[in-house]
């Protein structure tokens, strides 16, 4: 209901601007405001083009569609629809987009070896229950406002605000889908130092591998999401070409995986009842009561062409988890509460190369390593170790590092080629061990290889074709008599066919 109330004020307001404008002469628009925003990569250096040059309004066609209020500030509206047909050869979460593979649930016989050691042989029914999924949930629509310049602080102000259909539950049904936040911010701009208030993306790893896929590459290599946060920008601009970036955001903890890991026991029956419930209704990062910190330093100069510069860059953060267990003794009838806190944290390179200018061909890459990193899509989604706090009495962070490369060529205005590889590898010494259920659910690699194709055919229109081989890795009980049990791995694998049409306006 809070939705479709939204939705109706949001149209109402659009329909209402301009018969305002009609009213009031418009003004001029401001012409000493911010260039807009790369699409995905927020305040980081300027992403390639995903739209031909020919797609684009010409320079007298610019201000066709803005609109001006009668406060003065500038409006455009822009946004794209979108249709995306996949065919997976294997059960994939979740089918719009890929994360991982599901597993393929082996099963086996309990054997008896010639040393008289029991083990599991397995009999493993790979996953090839292929599926389909025809969805237009990466329609996006947005506003780029654009403000008169405060005079008393001398700083010019704007916003954006986007959304697209992906909200909700995943398991909703295509035709019911729910609005979600993309982008929700303001900010203030003084040329060589920028504050960025509400929601937006995050300043770790803000580049974007150029996969069709809408789901940014997440726990496959790609780090970072969009959450609320302040970020506070130093961008200092050196010799009309060279550039600075400093960034440093305070943002909201636990906004992606809403971990709740708190240990809670409800069974009074035995002498020493280990906890037996999850969760507390707080998420473990809130519950710390400190911001997560995120900050980023990176330099950015033109070589052969500006649309993309040479950058490199170097970014981090931290953010705290609160866990409690809370235990009932049966001898003393009453609770035992302990508090414990976890550190996240993670340290990643970013760097983009252009190595021709005709045709355009691109080199861009980004590498992870850090711990308890569920939040920023990393680790597979295995922040902390859900044995670590019910065996070993103390919360552990599931520790992982990843990487991801793709070059892009485009030789023609109308056509580019992109070829990818990223791989997300937790490691294997900080999952699960001991508890056999948690050990077949343990994802412990996880890695795709892609071949993106568009064709850009005009007045904002692209057709795309993509290919992608995707594996993940589980873990598999091999011989339960050994403390911890001893497990190899096994491989789920999917072969995706992508087609994406797209029209942005």
């Known amino acids: ?76 509206f822009y946004g794209s629809l979108r ?80 959304i697209d259909f992906y909200g909700g539950d995943f398991e909703s049904k295509e035709w019911k889908a729910v609005p979600r936040w993309r982008k929700a911010y303001l900010y203030l701009d003084w040329g060589w130092f920028e504050l960025r208030a509400g929601q937006d993306q995050d300043v770790v ?71 037996s419930e999850r969760g507390d209704g707080v998420q473990d990062g809130e519950d710390s009561g400190v911001p997560m910190i995120q900050w980023r330093l990176a330099y950015e100069a033109p070589l052969w062409y500006k649309e993309m510069p040479f950058s490199v860059g170097l970014s981090g953060h931290w953010e705290q988890y609160e866990f409690r267990r809370r235990l009932w003794i049966a001898q003393l009838q009453n ?26 061909w691109t080199v861009r890459g980004e590498f992870f390593w850090g711990r308890a990193l569920a939040d920023l899509w990393g680790g597979i989604f295995q922040g902390v170790n859900p044995e670590s706090l019910l065996w070993l009495g103390k919360p552990e962070g599931v520790e992982a590092y990843g990487w991801w490369v793709d070059t892009t060529i485009q030789p023609f205005d109308f056509w580019a080629l992109t070829v990818g590889y990223m791989m997300d590898i937790p490691d294997e010494g900080t999952l699960p061990a001991y508890d056999l259920n948690l050990i077949s659910q343990t994802r412990f690699r996880n890695q795709a290889g892609f071949v993106n194709t568009e064709f850009f055919l005009g007045s904002g229109f692209m057709a795309g074709f993509q290919f992608m081989h995707v594996m993940t890795d589980y873990k598999y009980v091999l011989d339960t008599t050994t403390n911890p049990i001893v497990a190899y791995q096994y491989q789920a694998m999917d072969e995706r066919f992508l087609l994406t049409a797209m029209y942005s306006f």
């Open 205 to 275: 790893s803000p580049l974007v591998p150029r996969s069709s896929d809408t789901g940014a590459s997440w726990l496959l290599g790609n780090l970072g999401g969009r959450r609320p946060q302040a970020i506070f920008t130093f961008k200092p601009l050196f010799d009309d070409t060279h550039r600075l970036w400093a960034q440093v955001s305070l943002a909201r903890p636990g906004d992606v995986d809403g971990a709740d890991n708190d240990m809670i026991d409800r069974n009074r029956d035995s002498v020493f009842q280990i906890a």
């Open 83 to 162: 249709l995306d047909i996949a065919y997976d050869t294997s059960r994939t979460n979740y089918g719009n987009w890929v994360l991982y593979v599901l597993p393929n649930k082996p099963y086996g016989q309990l054997r008896v070896g010639d040393n008289g050691r029991r083990y599991i042989e397995p009999i493993v029914n790979y996953n090839n229950n292929n599926e389909i999924a025809i969805n237009p949930r990466g329609s996006r629509l947005g506003l780029d406002i654009k403000g008169t310049p405060i005079e008393t602080i001398k700083a010019k102000i704007g916003g954006k605000v986007e």
């Open 335 to 360: 609770y035992s509460t302990s508090v414990y806190r976890l550190d996240s944290y993670s340290l990643n390179l970013e760097a983009q190369f252009p190595i021709l200018e005709k045709p355009k």
């Open 1 to 76: 209901m809070r939705v479709t109330t939204w939705c109706v004020l949001l149209l109402a307001f659009l329909a209402a601007v301009p018969a305002v404008a009609q009213e009031q002469p418009a003004p001029t628009p401001p012409t000493d405001t911010p260039a807009d925003p790369a699409p995905d990569a927020s305040m980081a250096m300027p992403m390639p083009q995903r739209t031909a040059p020919e797609a684009q309004a010409p320079k007298s066609e610019e201000k066709v569609g803005d609109v001006f209020t009668s406060l003065g500030n500038y409006i455009k």
